[in-house]
């Protein structure tokens, strides 16, 4: 993996950690936040419970201290309406009452009084014995009811002697009395408790979200059943301002490690990943055309770009040296085996004419005469030869001939050295499409030949010839009938064979030798014409 994608990595990992802790931070100040949400909600259930009441104290006590009342006993069996109106009638106002009414044991309404004429004709459930028996089983009911006005508050109390303040005795009757929740009644509510208070069906309970704090304080009929439910929805503006400042404070966080992240991220993709970029294209790409810049830094990383720039001069210069070496090494070589398979050859040549004439002076003095002049003329040729070999160039591409005059000159200076039967034959067409450089090499490969023959295989006959072979190939032979040999035990100090498949190879073409011991040889290097 490389170090620029393992710090993309890094950085990655880093900006997800920093998420991850905002998110943490998060969940914190949730916990925090439902922990003073549940905190306040039961202060403002507390508090609305206290009002609630606080609120419905004067109706308990209306209730209760009337109920208990000597006089009110009377009343029950009197039925004396000028009393009630005195003592009932007048004090509905001072406990802040809307109605009241006087119900016998058996259940009869024995009276009414009324702030709202519309309540008068209220219906009270005395008909349903069930109510009845509540009210003989409760010391005290507080319940609802729904009315032409809207929802009343009623509370109900047995009607005793003034002495039975336990409520032990039978009900002499009962006194109820009631509250209207109008608008009136609601808006002291909310503004007491500075939230929003509304009547309405009861809901179940639901799933809480601050700020906003809702209550529910159901409102049971008679039977205790639900009848309505005071709706309170609060809104805390310390919880408003908590909520604001954990999500300022998570997206301060937030932002900060994402901008920390970022920077870092520009720095670094500047200061390392780009110049790490730059030294790897230069070690792939073996330049450093794209070090210029960098080359200039006073950093690291310039000092490695100095280093780099400063081993590729070196590597070049290496390069440079083992080129030079290497043509020096292929020139020696090339001259080596120029001198041997050329100059040594016709020095080989020239000795043996040498020796022929001298046998011939005394027997045929005008054929000696012309071996000598035969010598001379070759020692002339390697003479050139040989000037060319100082000037490294190729001793043959200076030649006008074709590779079939070249061959039949070479033939016949053979001959005029030797008494043997030295012949060439060449296809004049192939002869026409081979180019100077394979006519070097063939060349100085059928001087080896011929020269081997003539040396090593007491041969009274050779052959040259160039002809065409299928697929458009060539192919140089040189037979002799001497005595053979076997490639394989083939040994000594010589480089001839050596040097026949090097130049073979030279002109992209294969040496074949078909030789057998006392059989003669052939000698076969099959290549491509080319111009």
């Keep these: 993996m490389k170090v620029s994608t393992r710090i993309l990595l890094l950085l990655a990992s880093l900006l997800a950690i920093s998420g991850i802790s905002v998110a943490l931070l998060q969940a914190a100040h949730h916990r925090e936040v439902r922990t003073i949400y549940a905190s306040l909600q039961q202060q403002r259930h507390g508090l609305l419970e206290r009002l609630i009441n606080l609120t419905g104290q004067s109706l308990r006590i209306f209730a209760s201290?009337?109920?208990l009342w000597d006089d009110m006993v009377q009343f029950v069996?009197?039925?004396?309406?000028?009393?009630?109106?005195?003592?009932?009638?007048?004090?509905?106002?001072?406990?802040?009452?809307?109605?009241?009414w006087v119900v016998s044991p058996d259940g009869r309404l024995l009276y009414t009084a009324t702030q709202t004429p519309a309540l008068a004709t209220l219906d009270l459930p005395l008909a349903d014995p069930a109510f009845l028996d509540r009210l003989r089983r409760e010391r005290a009911l507080l319940f609802f009811m729904t009315s032409p006005e809207g929802l009343l508050e009623l509370h109900a109390a047995p009607i005793l002697p003034s002495n039975?303040?336990?409520?032990?005795?039978?009900?002499?009757?009962?006194?109820?009395?009631?509250?209207?929740?109008?608008?009136k009644f609601l808006g002291i509510l909310a503004d007491t408790l500075q939230c929003r208070v509304t009547l309405g069906p009861a809901a179940p309970a639901s799933e809480r979200e601050a700020p906003v704090i809702r209550l529910q304080r159901v409102l049971p009929d008679w039977r205790g059943q639900p009848l309505q439910a005071l709706q309170v929805e609060y809104v805390s503006p310390p919880l408003v301002e908590l909520l604001k400042s954990n999500t300022d404070e998570a997206f301060?966080?937030?932002?900060?490690?994402?901008?920390?992240?970022?920077?870092?991220?520009?720095?670094?993709s500047y200061w390392v990943i780009r110049p790490l970029h730059l030294l790897g294209h230069s070690l792939e790409t073996g330049r450093t055309d794209s070090l210029a810049k960098l080359q200039q830094s006073s950093d690291e990383f310039g000092h490695l770009a100095r280093q780099l720039s400063q081993s590729f001069g070196q590597r070049d210069a290496l390069r440079t040296s083992e080129e030079h070496q290497r043509q020096s090494l292929d020139l020696r070589s090339r001259l080596a085996r120029d001198l041997h398979d050329g100059i040594i050859q016709s020095v080989y040549a020239a000795g043996l004419g040498l020796e022929s004439a001298r046998h011939l002076r005394a027997t045929d003095p005008a054929a000696a005469e012309l071996r000598l002049a035969t010598c001379q003329q070759m020692l002339n040729d390697t003479l050139w030869q040989v000037r060319n070999f100082i000037a490294a160039l190729e001793p043959s591409e200076e030649s006008t001939q074709t590779i079939a005059q070249a061959l039949a000159?070479?033939?016949?200076?053979?001959?005029?050295?030797?008494?043997?039967?030295?012949?060439?034959?060449?296809?004049?067409?192939?002869?026409?499409r081979i180019g100077k450089h394979?006519?070097?090499?063939?060349?100085?490969?059928?001087?080896?030949?011929?020269?081997?023959?003539?040396?090593?295989?007491?041969?009274?006959?050779?052959?040259?010839?160039?002809?065409?072979?299928?697929?458009?190939?060539?192919?140089?032979?040189?037979?002799?009938?001497?005595?053979?040999?076997?490639?394989?035990?083939?040994?000594?100090?010589?480089?001839g064979l050596v040097n026949l498949a090097s130049r073979a190879r030279e002109i992209g073409g294969t040496l074949h030798i078909d030789t057998t011991p006392g059989k003669g040889a052939r000698i076969a290097i099959q290549f491509s014409p080319k111009p």
């Design 409 to 432: 000159t070479l033939a016949a200076n053979m001959r005029s050295l030797q008494s043997i039967g030295i012949t060439a034959m060449a296809d004049h067409e192939l002869a026409q």
């Design 65 to 67: 201290d009337y109920s």
């Design 438 to 495: 394979q006519e070097m090499h063939l060349l100085q490969m059928a001087r080896e030949a011929v020269s081997n023959a003539l040396r090593h295989s007491g041969a009274s006959q050779v052959r040259l010839t160039l002809h065409p072979a299928a697929d458009n190939q060539a192919v140089l032979e040189v037979t002799d009938n001497g005595s053979g040999f076997d490639p394989a035990l083939r040994t000594g100090t010589g480089r």
């Design 252 to 268: 301060l966080l937030f932002t900060l490690g994402t901008t920390i992240i970022l920077v870092v991220t520009i720095g670094l």
């Design 164 to 183: 039975d303040l336990k409520r032990e005795q039978a009900a002499r009757g009962w006194f109820i009395v009631a509250r209207l929740w109008d608008e």
């Design 77 to 100: 069996e009197s039925g004396d309406t000028t009393w009630a109106k005195i003592n009932i009638n007048a004090s509905l106002a001072n406990f802040n009452a809307q109605a009241a």
